[in-house]
Each structure stands twice: as structure tokens, then as C-alpha cells.
């Protein structure tokens, strides 16, 4: 793993998520994703490349929410990739992250099925960005026309950048300079993003958190995205 | 027709065995070459409003709804996240499934020199190469960008682009693709000494047509030679290929890592499953097939008692195929795999899920052990209908069903087809029949040659009193 030269990670801190979906508002600013309207979304069909999955835990009146920023995980083992048969989806050995080429993809949508956090979105429809939502879309990144899948990429824009302006003036990429959209919008600093292979890195100090689990860690798919508990789990 | 002893009253009353068997009622060449000759023309109004209506809703289907879809996006159905497999997939599985009726009867029955194939096997074996074609287009109707289904045909192109062998998708393409062009040269290969019956005995544009598809055949003994090694090699190679192809198309699923799909089961279920709903269709279309066309001399009781049997030994290895996953998937206790169980039992699929057992099992099981539902025209039709409306829901429950469950409960989801996917569906069941039927008046249908090879092996010999069958051991 530690070939490579990046292992970027995002971490997220339950504890610290309140669920107010600015990460959501941030992430389809950044990434030109369409808002896929009332209907749609009531039918399942939110465009979010991250959303707050939501769980209540117990029974009125002790009742709590429970916030789970869900989005592409990056496994590095991902199910996702063996089954596309164009290689639309493969995994990067440089970013260390899934990559979706969106001019490849034919629209299978196997990769959706394959993906047990069912982090992939799908363009049901041409995208439409109404007034005044058109005049902010992000140059660096394309608009996905109908019959293709899209999914969180970690703001790979934002890392290709970092690593140029690095390389440019002959440094090493420093730890924080990436910053996803998602983290860089969340008030209370939920979502921390960086090189797992630098030590010294904020992630890989929390990774070292006695609160970290993975999700469905049991899959083997080594998730790159690590949640510290929260609440009152045990952490002991 | 029954022979009476008139002499001894104490004689069994016996069954003409010529009524029963076609094999031992022989009639010149002449009048058999008559039979399917006029049988292929007869042309009424009825056959003309059909196809005009099945080209109707062939349009409608495959060019208006798949047009729209194509031209607005996926959204048009009701696929939606967590199900992004739809209807198509489930149509798809199906009628791979129907296409296994053909070789089958065809190929499994020639091997083990099954004397009942003789007049059925061209019947069936057509069933093979249309159903093939349907379900090759829903892989197409399926993707999401139907115009860039050539990325994924393995050429070398500017885009350096070289598909994933990786994918099941892909096995499953060339799977289908050796499957089809295999049965369809299986198909033609028995075929040419009808043609060159039908050149002999056509005029016009029939004749011209014949003359060309015949390949100039004579009947020399060379030719006959040639033609019986052609065709014994291919029915001996299409077996594996039509195991594979249903395997493959099982792998779709147990090659994921969804509960409920990935199960190393598949495969043989699936090719069990297939079978059955492609032996019961196979039933359904020649019990209409020798009504419309007025085939009774040669699709006799018999037949239709032959395959009503296969029906029944394929329902049991069905049942036994579905209680092994199942009890697997129950015993295993795994959360997701309990969810399943459930959304089958008292969910939202659970009325399909019951009505699939009592067309699958309990319909079959309570009518076809008796020979008179086997023999009968309403009896044999509903039954294999029933099954065939059971194994679609099967495919219909394993592909959107299982979809709506995951193993974090903020993903799950519900599907409905929507009236573009019903539309499409009709439009390919349309063009299945359409095939069908115009095919069916541009070759013998019943293979002549087969048949009289046949009743040239069987003989009735009079001993005493009793007719007695006797066989000449061919090849």
C-alpha cells in the first residue's frame, strides 16, 4: 500500500455531525450536480453523491437521530470496478481512489447493484441546472449527460490541483492543503481529509482513534473513508 | 379405433397402436410432403390480422416506447435507486430461458435417440433462435446510452479502449452470441433436405427462395453422410454451450456480492429453471401451433404426453433446486438474507411470490402425473402457461425484489415497472410471435425427412392376432 504515493482518506467524526446537510449543498455546488426535483427524489432518485443517512434510535420519547454521512466509500478492494465491462470505473493507482470515467460509461448500472453502500448515482435524465443554478457550475469539472453513473470521486479536481501546484514548486503535497468541499462546508469540522502515508497527517492521527470502525468493514472492500463512533458508544 | 376380437371374446381390447404412434402410421412421401407443404401456406385472414396486429405493437413497443426512452433517458421507467435492474433484466433472463426449450428437445433428445423429437425438434429449435434474438435486444434497451453499445464489442479502435473480460457482462455477451449463431447453424443444418423438398415442389417466388437456402442439395449419399456428421456434431457441442449460457446469465447475480444473488447455486438453478419454462413453452406453442395449422397427423397425443412428462420431471428438479437456496439462505440466519425471506413471505412481492409457487409446483405436481390433462388441448395449455407466468415471476422477484433490500436499512427501496417498460415488454413478446408465425409459413415446420426416417425404421408386424411394433436400430 505504501507504494503508493498518496493514500488519501477521509475521516468522519459521528460525534461531531449535527445532519445539517451543508456537506450535501457544498458537494453538488462543487461537482455540477443536478437538484432532481420533488417527484424524482420522492420516487428514490436524489441525485446526492453524499447524503445523511438518518437512523432513529430507541422509542418516543427517548428518541435520538443518528447522522451518517453516507458517499462512495473509494474501496480499495471495490466491488464496483471487476463487473463494468467498459473499465468505466477502475481504481486509480496514483490517487488511490475509485475513479468514474463518465465519457466510458455505457449506463450497465452493475456497478450500482455491486456496490454495497449503494453509493453511485445515476443520471436518469439530461441534467437541468434552472436559473440561476447555471451560472455556477464549476469549470473544472464536466456536466454528465443521460445514461450515466456518477459518484463521489473525493473532490479529484482539488486533489489533481493540490498535487500540480505541488509539484510545480518542488514540494511535497502539505497535510490539509486538499480539502473536499464536503469538509471544507462543514461548520463543525465532521469530515477531515488527508494522506494516510504521511504519519503526521491529522487523518492518520485519527485513524489511530480507538472510535474508528469501517463500514461493513466484514466485505473486505478497505473502505478509504474511516467513521469515528459517536454518541454514547462505548469507546473504552 | 379399437380392434374387437371377434372370435375369442376373452382378447384384450387393444389400441390401434397406428392412431397412437406417427411413427408406425406411415403414408407416402407424397401425401407427408403435401401435408407440411399446404400446412406452411395456408395464409387465412386470421394469420394476416395477427401479424398486422403484432407488427402494430411491435412498433409501438420496440420503436415508439424504446425511442422515447432512448431519447429522454432511463428515467422514463420505474427503475430507481436501489433497483437499478429492472423489468428488462427479468424479461432478459426470461427469454434466454425460453431459449433453452429448443435445444433441449432438439439436442438432448437426438443424443439420447428420443424417438417422440422427431416431429417437434424444428418447432422447438426455432423457439431457440427467436427468443435468442429477443433476449438480445434487452441488454440494448437496458443501457443507459443505447447508442455506445459497441464499447463493448472487442475490436481495435482509436479509442484504445479494449473491453473488461472481467465483467460478467461480457462472458455473458459472447455466451449469447456462440449460443446464437450455434443453434441457429443447428437450426439450418436439418433443415436443407426440407428446403430442397419445398424447391421441388414450389413454383414462383417460393422456388427461387428455396433454390437459394436449399445450397443445392440433392440427396447423394455424400450429401446425407456429410449432413448426419454435421448435425451429430452439433448436437453433441450446442449442450455445453446452452449450459453455459444460462450459467452465465446466473453469474449476472451470484457473481455480486448482494445477499440473496451471490450464491453458488445459481447456475444450476437457473439452467434447471430454464429448462423448464423453455419445455413447457415449447408445449404451449406446438399445442397452438397444430391447431392453427392443422397439424394433427404429425404433432399427435403422443407428443404433447412426452413433453407434459418433462414438464413434470423438470417442475420436481426445479422445487428441489428452489428449496435448497432457500432453506440455505434461511438456515444461514444472515440479517439481509432473513429480510428476503421476509419481503417473499409477507411483503410486497409475497402475492407473486405464492402465485409462483401454486403455477410452479402445485399446478404441475396435481395435474401432470394424469395422462388425460398430459393429452388434453385446454390441460397441457394452461398448465405450461402457468408455468411459464411462474418463472417469469421467479426472475421478476430474484432481480427487482432482492434489489429493494440492502444491507443498510436507509437504502432500501420499491420498484414498479412503468407503461414504457410494459410497452417494451409487450412489443417483445410481439416480435417472439411475429417471428414465429411468418417463419412458420416460410419452412416446413415439421422436419419430413426426420419423421420419415423414422417410420422407415418402424414397422407393425401382424403375430396372431397382435400388432406387434418392431425398430431397425439406426446409425
Same mark, same amino acid.
Request: aromatic share 12%; charged share 20%.
Given at each position: 500500500?505504501?507504494?503508493?504515493?498518496?493514500?488519501?482518506?477521509?475521516?468522519?467524526?459521528?460525534?461531531?455531525?449535527?445532519?445539517?446537510?451543508?456537506?450535501?449543498?457544498?458537494?453538488?455546488?462543487?461537482?455540477?450536480?443536478?437538484?432532481?426535483?420533488?417527484?424524482?427524489?420522492?420516487?428514490?432518485?436524489?441525485?446526492?453523491?453524499?447524503?445523511?443517512?438518518?437512523?432513529?434510535?430507541?422509542?418516543?420519547?427517548?428518541?435520538?437521530?443518528?447522522?451518517?454521512?453516507?458517499?462512495?466509500?473509494?474501496?480499495?478492494?471495490?466491488?464496483?470496478?471487476?463487473?463494468?465491462?467498459?473499465?468505466?470505473?477502475?481504481?486509480?493507482?496514483?490517487?488511490?481512489?475509485?475513479?468514474?470515467?463518465?465519457?466510458?460509461?455505457?449506463?450497465?448500472?452493475?456497478?450500482?447493484?455491486?456496490?454495497?453502500?449503494?453509493?453511485?448515482?445515476?443520471?436518469?435524465?439530461?441534467?437541468?441546472?434552472?436559473?440561476?443554478?447555471?451560472?455556477?457550475?464549476?469549470?473544472?469539472?464536466?456536466?454528465?449527460?443521460?445514461?450515466?453513473?456518477?459518484?463521489?470521486?473525493?473532490?479529484?479536481?482539488?486533489?489533481?490541483?493540490?498535487?500540480?501546484?505541488?509539484?510545480?514548486?518542488?514540494?511535497?503535497?502539505?497535510?490539509?492543503?486538499?480539502?473536499?468541499?464536503?469538509?471544507?462546508?462543514?461548520?463543525?469540522?465532521?469530515?477531515?481529509?488527508?494522506?494516510?502515508?504521511?504519519?503526521?497527517?491529522?487523518?492518520?492521527?485519527?485513524?489511530?482513534?480507538?472510535?474508528?470502525?469501517?463500514?461493513?468493514?466484514?466485505?473486505?472492500?478497505?473502505?478509504?473513508?474511516?467513521?469515528?463512533?459517536?454518541?454514547?458508544?462505548?469507546?473504552? | 379405433?379399437?380392434?374387437?376380437?371377434?372370435?375369442?371374446?376373452?382378447?384384450?381390447?387393444?389400441?390401434?397402436?397406428?392412431?397412437?404412434?406417427?411413427?408406425?402410421?406411415?403414408?407416402?412421401?407424397?401425401?407427408?410432403?403435401?401435408?407440411?407443404?399446404?400446412?406452411?401456406?395456408?395464409?387465412?385472414?386470421?394469420?394476416?390480422?395477427?401479424?398486422?396486429?403484432?407488427?402494430?405493437?411491435?412498433?409501438?413497443?420496440?420503436?415508439?416506447?424504446?425511442?422515447?426512452?432512448?431519447?429522454?433517458?432511463?428515467?422514463?421507467?420505474?427503475?430507481?435507486?436501489?433497483?437499478?435492474?429492472?423489468?428488462?433484466?427479468?424479461?432478459?433472463?426470461?427469454?434466454?430461458?425460453?431459449?433453452?426449450?429448443?435445444?433441449?428437445?432438439?439436442?438432448?433428445?437426438?443424443?439420447?435417440?428420443?424417438?417422440?423429437?422427431?416431429?417437434?425438434?424444428?418447432?422447438?429449435?426455432?423457439?431457440?433462435?427467436?427468443?435468442?434474438?429477443?433476449?438480445?435486444?434487452?441488454?440494448?434497451?437496458? /443501457?443507459?446510452?443505447?447508442?455506445?453499445?459497441?464499447?463493448?464489442?472487442?475490436?481495435?479502435?482509436?479509442?484504445?479502449?479494449?473491453?473488461?473480460?472481467?465483467?460478467?457482462?461480457?462472458?455473458?455477451?459472447?455466451?449469447?452470441?456462440?449460443?446464437?449463431?450455434?443453434?441457429?447453424?443447428?437450426?439450418?443444418?436439418?433443415?436443407?433436405?426440407?428446403?430442397?423438398?419445398?424447391?421441388?415442389?414450389?413454383?414462383?417466388?417460393?422456388?427461387?427462395?428455396?433454390?437459394?437456402?436449399?445450397?443445392?442439395?440433392?440427396?447423394?449419399?455424400?450429401?446425407?453422410?456429410?449432413?448426419?456428421?454435421?448435425?451429430?456434431?452439433?448436437?453433441?457441442?450446442?449442450?455445453?454451450?446452452?449450459?453455459?449460457?444460462?450459467?452465465?446469465?446466473?453469474?449476472?447475480?451470484?457473481?455480486?456480492?448482494?445477499?440473496?444473488?451471490?450464491?453458488?447455486?445459481?447456475?444450476?438453478?437457473?439452467? +434447471?429453471?430454464?429448462?423448464?419454462?423453455? +419445455?413447457?413453452?415449447?408445449?404451449?406453442? /406446438?399445442?397452438?401451433?397444430?391447431?392453427?395449422?392443422?397439424?394433427?397427423?404429425?404433432?399427435?397425443?403422443?407428443?404433447?404426453?412426452?413433453?407434459?412428462?418433462?414438464?413434470?420431471?423438470?417442475?420436481?428438479?426445479?422445487?428441489?433446486?428452489?428449496?435448497?437456496?432457500?432453506?440455505?439462505?434461511?438456515?444461514?440466519?444472515?440479517?439481509?438474507?432473513?429480510?428476503?425471506?421476509?419481503?417473499?413471505?409477507?411483503?410486497?412481492?409475497?402475492?407473486?411470490?405464492?402465485?409462483?409457487?401454486?403455477?410452479?409446483?402445485?399446478?404441475?405436481?396435481?395435474?401432470?402425473?394424469?395422462?388425460?390433462?398430459?393429452?388434453?388441448?385446454?390441460?397441457?395449455?394452461?398448465?405450461?402457461?402457468?408455468?411459464?407466468?411462474?418463472?417469469?415471476?421467479?426472475?421478476?422477484?430474484? +432481480?427487482?425484489?432482492?434489489?429493494?433490500?440492502?444491507?443498510?436499512?436507509?437504502?432500501?427501496?420499491?420498484?414498479?415497472?412503468?407503461? +414504457?417498460?410494459?410497452?417494451?415488454?409487450?412489443?417483445?413478446?410481439?416480435?417472439?410471435?411475429? /417471428?414465429?408465425?411468418?417463419?412458420?409459413?416460410?419452412?416446413?415446420?415439421?422436419?419430413?425427412?426426420?419423421?420419415?426416417?423414422?417410420?422407415?425404421?418402424?414397422?407393425?408386424?401382424?403375430?396372431?392376432?397382435?400388432?406387434?411394433?418392431?425398430?431397425?436400430?439406426?446409425?
Amino acid at each position: 500500500m505504501s507504494e503508493q504515493p498518496h493514500r488519501w482518506t477521509m475521516i468522519i467524526d459521528l460525534d461531531r455531525c449535527t445532519g445539517c446537510q451543508a456537506c450535501v449543498v457544498a458537494c453538488h455546488a462543487e461537482n455540477n450536480v443536478p437538484v432532481a426535483g420533488e417527484d424524482e427524489v420522492r420516487l428514490g432518485r436524489a441525485m446526492h453523491w453524499l447524503r445523511i443517512e438518518r437512523y432513529w434510535e430507541g422509542e418516543y420519547p427517548n428518541l435520538k437521530a443518528r447522522f451518517v454521512p453516507m458517499m462512495c466509500q473509494q474501496c480499495e478492494n471495490a466491488p464496483c470496478e471487476p463487473v463494468c465491462p467498459v473499465f468505466a470505473t477502475y481504481h486509480s493507482e496514483v490517487e488511490n481512489v475509485n475513479i468514474q470515467v463518465y465519457n466510458r460509461c455505457i449506463g450497465t448500472r452493475y456497478c450500482a447493484n455491486n456496490c454495497p453502500y449503494i453509493a453511485r448515482i445515476f443520471n436518469w435524465f439530461d441534467p437541468e441546472f434552472p436559473e440561476p443554478l447555471n451560472e455556477q457550475l464549476n469549470p473544472d469539472i464536466s456536466v454528465r449527460r443521460r445514461g450515466i453513473m456518477e459518484k463521489c470521486t473525493f473532490c479529484i479536481q482539488r486533489i489533481r490541483r493540490a498535487e500540480e501546484t505541488a509539484e510545480a514548486e518542488q514540494r511535497e503535497v502539505r497535510d490539509g492543503e486538499v480539502t473536499p468541499a464536503c469538509a471544507q462546508s462543514c461548520p463543525t469540522d465532521a469530515f477531515v481529509f488527508g494522506d494516510l502515508n504521511d504519519p503526521e497527517s491529522r487523518v492518520a492521527k485519527l485513524a489511530r482513534s480507538r472510535r474508528r470502525f469501517r463500514l461493513l468493514e466484514e466485505l473486505g472492500t478497505e473502505p478509504a473513508v474511516i467513521y469515528l463512533k459517536g454518541g454514547d458508544a462505548y469507546v473504552g | 379405433m379399437s380392434v374387437k376380437a371377434t372370435t375369442t371374446p376373452v382378447l384384450v381390447v387393444q389400441e390401434d397402436p397406428r392412431e397412437e404412434h406417427l411413427l408406425l402410421d406411415p403414408r407416402p412421401t407424397k401425401e407427408l410432403n403435401g401435408m407440411i407443404l399446404e400446412a406452411m401456406q395456408r395464409t387465412g385472414k386470421g394469420f394476416w390480422l395477427a401479424v398486422i396486429i403484432l407488427g402494430a405493437l411491435i412498433l409501438v413497443g420496440l420503436v415508439g416506447a424504446w425511442g422515447y426512452q432512448i431519447l429522454t433517458g432511463m428515467g422514463v421507467a420505474g427503475i430507481r435507486r436501489p433497483v437499478y435492474w429492472g423489468v428488462y433484466i427479468a424479461n432478459f433472463v426470461f427469454w434466454i430461458g425460453i431459449s433453452h426449450s429448443g435445444t433441449f428437445v432438439s439436442a438432448i433428445l437426438r443424443v439420447f435417440k428420443a424417438e417422440f423429437r422427431r416431429p417437434i425438434t424444428r418447432g422447438s429449435e426455432m423457439m431457440t433462435s427467436f427468443a435468442l434474438i429477443v433476449a438480445g435486444m434487452y441488454p440494448l434497451i437496458h /443501457l443507459g446510452r443505447t447508442w455506445r453499445f459497441y464499447w463493448m464489442v472487442p475490436y481495435p479502435n482509436q479509442r484504445h479502449l479494449w473491453p473488461n473480460f472481467h465483467s460478467p457482462l461480457m462472458w455473458d455477451m459472447m455466451a449469447i452470441f456462440t449460443y446464437l449463431i450455434g443453434s441457429t447453424l443447428y437450426l439450418y443444418l436439418p433443415l436443407i433436405p426440407d428446403l430442397a423438398m419445398a424447391r421441388d415442389n414450389t413454383t414462383g417466388w417460393r422456388q427461387k427462395l428455396y433454390r437459394i437456402l436449399a445450397l443445392g442439395w440433392r440427396g447423394t449419399e455424400a450429401e446425407w453422410h456429410h449432413l448426419k456428421t454435421a448435425i451429430n456434431i452439433f448436437a453433441f457441442a450446442i449442450i455445453p454451450v446452452m449450459f453455459s449460457v444460462h450459467t452465465i446469465v446466473s453469474w449476472d447475480f451470484g457473481m455480486t456480492m448482494k445477499t440473496g444473488w451471490h450464491s453458488s447455486i445459481f447456475g444450476p438453478y437457473f439452467v +434447471v429453471g430454464a429448462i423448464f419454462s423453455g +419445455v413447457s413453452a415449447v408445449a404451449t406453442v /406446438l399445442l397452438i401451433v397444430r391447431r392453427t395449422m392443422k397439424l394433427d397427423y404429425f404433432l399427435r397425443p403422443e407428443h404433447f404426453d412426452a413433453i407434459g412428462k418433462l414438464v413434470l420431471v423438470f417442475s420436481f428438479a426445479w422445487t428441489y433446486f428452489f428449496f435448497a437456496d432457500y432453506l440455505t439462505e434461511w438456515y444461514g440466519g444472515e440479517a439481509v438474507g432473513k429480510e428476503l425471506l421476509t419481503l417473499q413471505a409477507h411483503g410486497p412481492v409475497a402475492p407473486l411470490w405464492y402465485a409462483m409457487l401454486i403455477t410452479n409446483i402445485v399446478i404441475p405436481w396435481l395435474t401432470l402425473w394424469n395422462r388425460k390433462v398430459r393429452r388434453s388441448f385446454w390441460g397441457l395449455l394452461l398448465v405450461t402457461l402457468g408455468v411459464n407466468v411462474g418463472m417469469y415471476i421467479e426472475r421478476y422477484i430474484i +432481480v427487482t425484489g432482492f434489489l429493494t433490500r440492502n444491507r443498510l436499512p436507509f437504502d432500501w427501496g420499491a420498484y414498479n415497472p412503468t407503461w +414504457v417498460e410494459l410497452l417494451i415488454s409487450i412489443g417483445s413478446l410481439s416480435t417472439f410471435i411475429f /417471428l414465429y408465425a411468418v417463419v412458420s409459413r416460410l419452412i416446413p415446420l415439421v422436419p419430413i425427412w426426420e419423421v420419415r426416417e423414422g417410420q422407415i425404421a418402424h414397422t407393425l408386424r401382424r403375430v396372431g392376432r397382435a400388432l406387434v411394433p418392431s425398430v431397425a436400430e439406426l446409425e
